[in-house]
């Protein structure tokens, strides 16, 4: 079954500062992979995918990720940190069950954005 | 406003209680997914229908049930309920092809507190 693992639960960059937040996955085959964010008192939203062809993909707000099947890797990142990317995000891969396709989710990495 | 919606937005009831949790559907959407948000669980797949009828199951217990209606709304039972049922539930739908692809798009989540 695929998994996937989200390293660091936290992670606290300062303003203007790199924002690498870490995601692995297991798969069999050929993964479809997404980052949602998850602001406060909120349901989750599609930050970008993975599917197939340009293993970099871009996404909302500045967010960028790298599908890198040698490493098994799709790691978020974003140039400079704003205040307002403080959220819970999370790495997801799709699962496929019974002819249906679940997305199962990473535990989540906190980002922690300091004036 | 995602287009997913879910009522009510906070229940707090007893322990061995039954509650039933809504959700209705992006338009046009024919698939409803339920998970369930915990600190120590993270994003638990629950269960998933497409057009009314009933695709793959996860994590899910017995004590619970879920069923999705003519008009693709969808509700979760909970019965017997314990103080470990206290969670976020969240509902996504995406579609109308069922796709590996396919986004989910989440409702805001209806938080449940079991005392």
């Known amino acids: 079954a695929q998994s996937v693992t989200q390293l660091g639960s936290h992670v606290s960059v300062s303003e203007g500062a790199l924002v690498l937040l870490r995601c692995n996955y297991s798969?069999?085959?050929?993964?479809?992979l997404f980052w949602y964010v998850q602001y406060p008192n909120q349901g989750l939203q599609l930050l970008l995918k993975?599917?197939?062809?340009?293993?970099l993909v871009k996404g909302i707000n500045g967010f960028e990720a790298e599908f890198k099947k040698s490493e098994t890797s799709f790691h978020l990142t974003k140039p400079s940190a704003h205040m307002s990317d403080a959220a819970e995000y999370f790495c997801?891969?799709?699962?496929?069950?019974?002819?249906?396709?679940?997305?199962?989710f990473g535990r989540g990495t906190s980002l922690i954005v300091h004036p | 406003d995602s287009g997913v919606t879910q009522t009510p937005k906070h229940l707090i009831t007893a322990t061995g209680q039954r509650v039933t949790l809504r959700c209705s559907p992006r338009?046009?959407?024919?698939?409803v997914y339920w998970y369930q948000q915990s600190l120590d669980q993270g994003l638990q797949f629950l269960i998933h229908?497409?057009?009314?009828?009933?695709?793959a199951k996860g994590n899910i217990l017995e004590r619970f049930s879920a069923q999705q209606f003519p008009d693709l709304h969808s509700e979760l039972n909970l019965s017997s309920l314990e103080l470990g049922d206290s969670a976020l539930y969240f509902c996504?739908?995406?579609?109308?092809?069922?796709?590996?692809?396919?986004?989910?798009?989440f409702g805001a989540g209806s938080r449940l507190t079991v005392l």
């Open positions: 798969s069999s085959v050929p993964p479809y």
């Open positions: 229908y497409y057009n009314g009828e009933e695709r």
């Open positions: 338009s046009g959407d024919l698939s």
């Open positions: 996504a739908s995406s579609g109308p092809r069922r796709a590996g692809a396919n986004v989910l798009t």
């Open positions: 997801a891969v799709i699962t496929a069950s019974g002819g249906s396709y679940i997305p199962t």
């Open positions: 993975y599917t197939t062809g340009a293993t």
